[in-house]
């Protein structure tokens, strides 16, 4: 049987890249969609991304699209006066 510490070494690199290539697989998946939706609102494609950043790349997009103005003024909330 082999030492101890060399086999843990060698699982936590199996972990380690079985995480790496999950999360690069699921960013994937999601830079489509985002870039869709960042060009019609009127954002750079690139915004998207983000998603690439380990943690906090989704947040960031998400953030970006929530809390600013589109320039396509898509997401704008009609005013209408009170004599209508």
Known sequence: MGD?????LGLSAVLLFSVVIG????AL???IPTWR???????????A??????LIGSFIV?????FSDWPNGEARRQVFPLGR
């Open 4 to 8: 101890p510490v060399s086999w843990l």
């Open 23 to 26: 999360h690069i697989l699921v």
């Open 29 to 31: 998946l999601l830079i």
């Open 37 to 47: 939706i960042c060009q019609r609102a009127g954002f750079s494609g690139a915004l």
């Open 49 to 54: 991304l983000f998603h690439l950043v380990p």
């Open 62 to 66: 998400m953030g970006v699209l929530a």
